[in-house]
């Protein structure tokens, strides 16, 4: 079992910046993933970004490009999602999520909510025009 952590949502206002965090309970092993998903009111939730526990490899939604950075400190079992140049439409509330990845996962597999088996309570992001 993992427990997910997050913290560092807020209000802030466009053109602002946040840093959400997702500390895991424990390691989640080398091939494991992290994910940030968001769920804006009325709308269905989305990925937003995800990373390998190893490696290099980071997979970003198209809306988020450019603006938003997944990392992660290994040592601290943490990921993080820096969000720059904030609008309103990033207003949701942000989850993070983890797996451990023991099966094979494709490119697309990162953006699907399903293939994450443990999630956080989720962090409020609003941001005002």
């Known amino acids: 079992q993992v427990q997910l952590v997050e913290s560092g949502g807020g209000l802030v206002q466009a053109g602002g910046s946040l840093r959400l965090s997702c500390a895991a309970s424990r390691r989640t092993f080398s091939n494991g993933v992290m994910g940030w998903f968001r769920q804006a009111p009325g709308k269905e939730r989305e990925f937003v970004a995800a990373?390998?526990?190893?490696?290099?490899?980071?997979y970003y939604a198209d809306s988020v490009k450019g603006r938003f950075t997944i990392s992660r400190d290994n040592a601290k079992n943490t990921g993080y999602l820096q969000m720059n140049s904030l609008n309103p439409e990033d207003t949701a509330v942000y989850y993070c999520?983890?797996?451990?990845?023991?099966?094979?996962?494709?490119?697309?597999?990162?953006?699907?909510?399903?293939?994450?088996?443990?999630w956080g309570q989720g962090t409020q992001v609003t941001v005002s025009s």
């Open positions: 999520a983890v797996d451990l990845a023991t099966d094979y996962w494709t490119s697309s597999s990162y953006a699907l909510g399903y293939k994450y088996a443990y």
């Open positions: 990373i390998r526990w190893s490696g290099t490899n980071t």
